[in-house]
């Protein structure tokens, strides 16, 4: 018996790896084609991908989302000028072990390269360095990993949401009550955008006070029941800020059906494309908007460089991060923003 | 003098409003087999579950070998040596024969391993010393029902008891298997074993027992010794003198075999795979058909079919000449049959629903108004239903739940008698129910047959078959073996064909 | 004095889950006076429209012993398709027609197998849980979908009438129609038969299996009516919406009101207490602005202790 | 007998699915896969033994996707802001879910609550509590740092018999990792303490006879609330196994997890109205369910279309069983058939 990981360090025993035999004599009578693979298929990497046809990447998201979806389109965009390249989605259904399986399986599989939303930093980094054992480059989005890996390419949680929270004091005019719209627990983006807008606005404008931070669970419907609760208890409220944009649009709902329209300052998070609408509009005060078709062509283009086999993905010891450019968008600023843009 | 093994005084147990046991004193020696009887209802079996621990008396102190005991807890029972065999199947049906014998005291080696080989040697060596033979490793739920009931009186020898409790041992045995538990009850006795026997069946308490206990009505009546008593005073004590004699009386004045002479129902070869074969009878409008055997002679599987609850593998049905092929309940109701089942609690009544909803149960159609029910039509229902049948307490409201079990069947024959059946088919309609609503019971079968239904009662109580029938059908294991006039043939003549002995 | 307090236990145990909201209610009020404003008040009842109507829906089949764990993405695919056929150019009434017609079909197939292949409510509901959500998600893919230029959808979630959310009338308005259903015709007696005893209503000559088919059809058709309200409310139609969890709240609302998971008992009147009862809780912890750590711990100790009154007797 | 060969048919169903695979999804048969199998599945295969005991009791456990968050939370914390030796960390968490699970016992059998119900209300509040005791969330900076502790990170161990036998020259057989072996012990003892104790034989009665167990003396309070600590201990064993995969625990830990194991062990023939099933059927459920799941990803099916086959795959499996039921039954009658008219 060993430890996996000191054997692999002395030399990769997936290039051992044939195939296997069950054991049985039928059946690999019977699957001669199926089993008996050629050792070269065993050996996992670019150039053997290629060798077996098209090279093969996928993107394992969070759960399906508009985000997510709208990376995947970028990514696609940018792959499908390549014929060679056969890209697709998986879903990690809001769950760190089904990542984790579908990063074992894609390895198994021999993907060129594989992008990733982790759910968590930490969880997905053993999948990450076993990618990497194997030769696959893997690029993170929006979470990195505290595994080094190939490449991150990140929305800008943190600075984003200290940005927010700049301009959020700045259209209160320094002071007020506001509330935060926040989601459970369990996801480190949460957590990255709420300590960033807090410690903004401790930057910014400590005159600011939160009186009620309040999981809404991601959802519009909620954001509207709870946003209504919290106003009969402080009517005084000035401000709301949703940690992502369905939440914030609740926020909205909310105050359309109240005639708090343009009174109560409103910010999101994400940059959809309803949120920018509502914006122009004149209902939402303001968004963190990042180009995410932009930033899927990003990660697709690293990812097509990556795969060329030039740069071997264990060569990774300091990877390339990118963080995305975003814009506080708010009724000034959004007419920036180009319809091919918005997501 | 010694010591009684086991002796209860003054035992009561109270359900709601219905007395079930009221001071009641009972003791048995070692070594003395003890007759219990009495009609359904009469608290025998309260009185056993008070002794197995099954039940709480409300009142009341057991002593065993002098000492008292605990009561209401099973365990505590077990410890003292009293075992029991269940009217009802008390088996693990997933488990062996073995596991079942030995249940939560099967031996056990190292690290609380059962000791598989030891449990199995002690299971055969425990059939072979009482002459039985199953698989110890078969699973129960896959033995026959005979079987079954070997393995529950293998459970209970198992304990060693030095009380054995009995209810109704032998309801699904054959003759020769009667005779075969009779020579282990006397095997027992011998060694100084106290048994309580419970049984319908007045031959075996003649058989097997030395003293006999009347119960009736929630009391012990009488006690005395098996050679004390005759016959005829014992069905008289256990009925009441007067039931005893009117039913008599009724049965001989009223009798109409045959009836109208209008064959409301005819049966023909009708047969279910592995179930009963080539059942033919004709049922008359105005006639009480009872049909008897034992338990297991697949009568009520019989009934199944002719209600369309199942369905028959051969032969045919006609009702009043049309020949009929139920797929379900609701097409034989529609033409006219209903069916009170055998356990009103598993397919009877809504225990939970009041009894105005259970008495409209089978005819919602008649009390709605388009599509609404008319609220004044079913309490007009309900409260000529109460009115008809003396259901006590007349509280439409209250939940079946809270009658007595024989205002219970009352509820349930009502609820067909709504339906104006032109025939109606009882399943052992007199079970847990009192002698006084038992007469009652009577007395609405037979006012149902004079206007001119046509009524097939199940019935293994000879009393009652006896009482009601206008003729006697008899059925062994899946057959029809005979069917007579009620007045032309005698009861011994009964007793053999019921039990099989051409 | 002692004695009595058993017996007093028994008389108030049937009431136990009033007599919990009377004393939630106290003190949520006194700690925020805001809760009993009015506008929070009619605010709870908006919050509780969508997993009250599934309550509704589903308190039938959990009567008689069922369970339906597909609700939820019932709920999402009836708001896509609804969406669909209005930006298809359907005319509204169809398009909420074809809304519920998911619900409707997914209900008769639930209870289909359910009642016809007798299998396990909860097995069969939760394999329709997966296979609901995929179909949405291979519909309507993972994206929102705004719903725009549609005035009339929009009003069923958005708007008011008298005062009122129109979805708070239209949960009354199923409330009401499913409690006269239960009090005033057949079908709310034949439920209750089927519950207490199956056996004894098929024999008393109840087409049964015809019965369940169709109550898993009124709690699908439910959770559609809650799928178009939610959409509408939201301005948005998603398959992902109606995530997990959403089951679990309206069978626990459908539970506290007192109907038990074996079948048998139940009400649709108690079961809008539950509804109410879980929504006072959520309301009154957003009020108090207390953390989601406490909120659950505290919505789990409040639901088995209020669940235990109503149990205590003798 | 009918269990066994119930369980004989699920294997039959279980090889037929994963030959099926083998044939159809590329690079299903290999090495490596039956290794991303192993390690991927052998805490759902866990659960779901553990899921079998409230099932065989006529209950159900719907908290132990929460247990496994808290066992996972307490792993966390004492590691990484108590900084105790893992030796003792793991019997402390193993002990945490075992009472976790006793207090759904506690709840079902004390104040006889229904077991949905009840779990359903320590579902919400062990998930609160883990929300309460998150190192992530009271410590900042805990989020993004691994647990190195050997004696966790241990548990995620692969061995390489190939080498060990010396064959890896001709055949390459998957590693089996350390979950896969700890997943077998589980079975095993689960397995004696089922079919050949004493508890394990009362809590077949309790499941399939209530009123049978109480009248032979069976404390059938005790047995109930035994049968939910195992749940509850199987959900720290699967939490633990987890952390050491993962590193880490999350807050979100476990999510849905309850329903994968109730299907695995349904799948797996343990009936629903308690006292039939084993301990072996919920595993290889398990097992067929990661079949499935990976073998379907392969065959390069979309995610969407995947969530519908399962479902479907579900119904199938329970459907079958119904059938073989229906069959055995009907069986059951002609023999006795024969028997009467013999």
Redesign the interface.
Known sequence: MSNKDDTLNGGDRRDFLKGLALGSAALGAAGAGLFGVDPKTGSIGPSSAMAAGNIKMAFIQWQPHTVSSAWSKGMEEVLKTQQTVDYRLLDGQNKVEVQVSLMDTLINEGAAVIFLQPIDSVALAPSIAKAKRSGISVITLNIDATEAHAAHVEMNHYYGAMDIAKAFGDKLGGKGDVAILNAPPGIIIRDQRTNGFLDGLKKYHPAIKVVADQSADWSRKKAQDVITTLLAANPNLAGVYGVNDSMALGAVDVAKAKGLTGKLVIFGNDGEKDALESIEAGELTGTQYTDVYQQGRFAAAAATVLASGLVPATAFKQQGKLLMPYVIATKETVGTIQPSQRW | MTTPLIRGRGLGRIYGALTALADADFEVMPGEVRGLVGSNGAGKSTLVKIL???VEPTSGTVEIMGEPVKLGD??EM??RGVA?I?QHS??????SVM?NVF????P?GRF???D?KKLEADTRALMAKHGMAIDPL??V??L?TVKQKEVEILKALALEARVLLMDEPTGWLSAADVARLHQTIRTLRASGVAIVYISHMLDEIFSVCDTVTVMRDGRVIAECGIAEVRRARLVELMVGEKLARDSAAAASVARRPGGTGEIRLAVRDLSK???F?DISFDLHAGEILCLTGLIGSKRTELMRVI?G?DRADGGSMTVAGQTVDFH???A??AAGIG?V?EDRH????????SMT?NL???T??QV?RS???DRSRVAATAKRLVADLAIQPPDVNKPARLFSGGNQQKILVG?WLNLGPKILILDEPTVGVDVGAKAEIYGILRAQRDAGAAILVVSSDLEEVTTVADRIAVMV??RMVGIHDADAIDRSRLIEEIGGVA | MIASVPALGRRLAPHALPLAMLVIIIAFAVSEPAFLKPDNLIGIVRQVAITGIMAVGMTFVIMTGGIDLSVGPVLALSGVIALFSLDAGVPLPLSIVAGLSVGLVVGLLNGFIVARLELPPIIVTLAMLSMVRGSALLIGGPDLHPIRGHEAYAAIGSGDFLGLPISVHLFAAVTVLMVLVQKLTPLGLLVAAIGENERAARLSGHRTRLTKMALYAICGVGAAIAGIVQSSQVHTASAVYGEFGTELDVIASVVLGGTSLMGGNGSIARTILGVMFLGIINNGMNILNVPIDIQLIAKGVIIAVSLALSEWRA | MTARSAAFALLAFFVATFIFFCVAAPRFATASNMENLMSGFSFVAILAIGQSFPILLRGIDLSVGAIVALAGMIVFDLELIFHLPGWLILPIALVAATLAGALNGWLVVKLKLQPFIATLATLAAYRGLVYSISGRQLVPGLSTTPIRDPWITGLETYFDFGSLLGISDWVTLPWVPLSFFIMLVVLAAFHFLLGSTRFGRSLYTVGGNPEAARLAGIDTARVTLAGYAVSGFCAGLAAILLVARLTTATEALGTGMEMSAIAAAVIGGVSLSGGIGSVVGPVIGAFLLGTILIGLTLLGISQYVQQILTGAILVAAVGYDRILDLRRRRRLVANLAEETHA
């Open positions: 197995t621990g099954a099973p365990s077990i410890r029991c269940y008390n088996l693990a049906p997933a488990m596991d249940l939560g005291r099967q056990v609380g391993r059962i598989k078969a699973t739920g896959n026959p795979k592995g179930v074969r209600f609850a379900s309940p609701g034989a109701m069916f089942p598993r397919d009877g009544l809504m225990l939970g629903l909803d409209i149960m089978s919602i159609p709605c599509i609404f029910l609820k294991s899946g």
